[in-house]
């Protein structure tokens, strides 16, 4: 079937979050007509490496699917790979028209992908790109700017406490997200000058197996054991991890910059602490909204202007894509996320979380 092709510009319009579509139907009118019933397929990829899938991507996602008034169901494959092959077969074979992956590694993935074109079904990788995969959008945040933010959110809160030549930790994340490479692409862009000037010490850098926060601890353990406990600063790709080197450094009586992302509630409590020196937020609303546009777009067989691209570095093509921006938050920021409606304030302002709150402007 021939996509219609939209001919005027949205690019205006991205900067508020809007994209453009439109599509011809048989007659060549341009009108929405010659579509499927969206039916969208989601699969989430697991609920430990982050709490977010689960509290901000799940519901999101749902809200944007029951505005625009499309039909989906949503699953999450529990770190599980033959369970994410399987879900997506019964998704495949149930009748999705579009299925949005979030992968666990790109093999898995990709074969999904494979999948679902071969079955004419649209699909979209949701927050992480699967290499290999020949999606037909992507859409994400600049995970590249993530990275930046908290390499300088590093740099930032070692130098506001006078730390002189610190030796700093990176807990990277799971090998097999595209993400993380991305990530440590941008927290290298600050940190390599300084370890390259020699103003900072690299210390250990070590992977997490799947983000595993578990696994993250013991890593950090080894890290603090081999370095006779010599660590100034720990670059943490995200919350999760960061909170299992927190508890190390608690055990040991230290406190040292520890960065972060996804403004969780455990992230956002941990800056207010002063435990944790930053996280990074991402506003997953617009995230799920983009990508609900995509599976309406996709479902009505239209063509959507007004986005960027992404360049697959295993296939050499270009994803269409559209990548919204982070904001990296620290302890007098924690309530813009309050007020963005990403977390509520009766649960971060817990107990000894009250006072501290108060303190940082959160009411
Ligand atoms: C996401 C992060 C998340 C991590 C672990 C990454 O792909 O972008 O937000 O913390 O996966 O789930």
Known sequence: MRKGICTFAAIGLLAVGGLSACGKDSGGGNTPAAEKK??????????ASSVRWETADRPYLEAAFKAAGVEYDIKNAQGDKTQFQTIADQMITGGVTVLM???LDSGTGAAVLQKAKAA???TIDYDRLTLNGGADYYVSFDNVAVGKLQGEG?????TDKGVKNPVVAELNGSPTDNNATLFAQGYNSVLDPKYAAGEYK??????VPDWDNTQAGTIFEQMMTDTGNKIDGVLAANDGLGNAAINVLKRNKMKVPVTGQDATVQGLQNVLAGDQCMTVYKAIKQEADGAAELAVALAKNQTVTGLG???DTESGKDVPSK?????????????????????????????????????????
Request: hydrophobic letters at 40%.
């Open 154 to 158: 590093l740099v930032k809160c070692l």
């Open 202 to 207: 690299k210390g250990p850098n070590k992977s």
């Open 309 to 311: 691209s992404v360049k």
């Open 101 to 103: 992956i979030v992968n």
């Open 38 to 47: 969206a039916k969208v397929g989601v699969i989430l990829p697991d609920s």
């Open 323 to 363: 990548l919204l921006v982070p904001k990296a938050i620290y302890k007098d920021n924690v309530k813009d996320v309050v007020t963005d409606g990403f977390v509520k304030k009766e649960e971060l302002c817990k107990g000894d979380f009250a006072k501290l709150c108060t303190d940082n402007g959160i009411s």
């Open 120 to 122: 004419g079904i649209g």
